[in-house]
């Protein structure tokens, strides 16, 4: 079974849209994490959640708005796309005190 | 700010060569350290970690990596490549007491390798 997994895995859409990307994992960790991957290959984090609490949130755009319904998902919600967000986005989870983190797939999205 | 430093962009190697990737941070408190490798299409995963101890660590596929903390540097080895390790590779440091944050992992650039069958 996928320890971090992630869809959709590829998402193409236009400028302007309003879209989510799910995170899900099942390794019972209490935090989980979103990253950007530029173009570059640069990986920045983005998010990280704890126990259903917001805990950093680097500057990244208003925009971008991390929802966790619980300890196991943290979906990425992204208002009003633009052309600088495509980019593969990776989750990642950890458990706290244990600062490995366990990254799921990534979903490559691509605003035309 | 903290940061971390790959030096090399992009590495072409034969198989069977030696291979050295540099890494060096900024940060003069407590450090975890981390080579995380992401091969063509997938996702990152973690090659070796390193937390306390023995500087020297092993990791998987026979790499290793050495820790010394009066250069601020982990650089990742392996002796023998092969045409498998074709890949990028990224150095990640996680400060923890930094700015209070906790988990927030800072990643260097990454390095290409490529490995010449």
């Known amino acids: 079974d996928t320890a971090v997994s992630q869809t959709p895995k590829y998402l193409v859409t236009q400028m302007g849209n309003d879209k989510s990307i799910k995170c899900e994992q099942n390794?019972?960790?209490?935090?989980m994490y979103w990253y950007k991957q530029d173009s570059k290959k640069f990986l920045k984090i983005m998010f990280s959640y704890n126990n259903k609490e917001l805990i950093i949130n680097e500057t990244v755009p208003n925009r971008f708005s991390p929802k966790s319904p619980d300890k196991a998902h943290l979906n990425l919600h992204i208002n009003s796309l633009e052309l600088g967000d495509s980019a593969v986005y990776f989750c990642?989870?950890?458990?706290?005190?244990?600062?490995?983190?366990?990254f799921g797939p990534g979903t490559r999205l691509l605003v035309l | 700010a903290q940061s971390v430093s790959q030096h090399n962009h992009h590495v072409i190697l034969s198989e069977a060569a030696s291979l050295e990737l540099g890494c060096n941070y900024s940060y003069g408190g407590t450090v975890n350290l981390f080579w995380y490798v992401q091969y063509p299409g997938q996702h990152l995963q973690l090659l070796l970690k390193?937390?306390?101890?023995?500087?020297l660590v092993k990791g998987i596929k026979g790499f290793e990596a050495e820790f010394i903390k009066s250069k601020f540097s982990f650089n990742l080895r392996k002796p023998s490549v092969q045409w498998s390790d074709t890949a990028e590779y990224f150095c990640a440091v996680n400060a923890r007491n930094y700015g209070g944050s906790q988990g927030n992992l800072i990643f260097g650039k990454g390095t290409k390798l490529s490995v010449k069958p």
């Open positions: 990642a989870s950890s458990q706290a005190g244990q600062e490995t983190q366990y």
């Open positions: 390794l019972g960790h209490d935090t």
């Open positions: 390193y937390f306390s101890g023995d500087p």
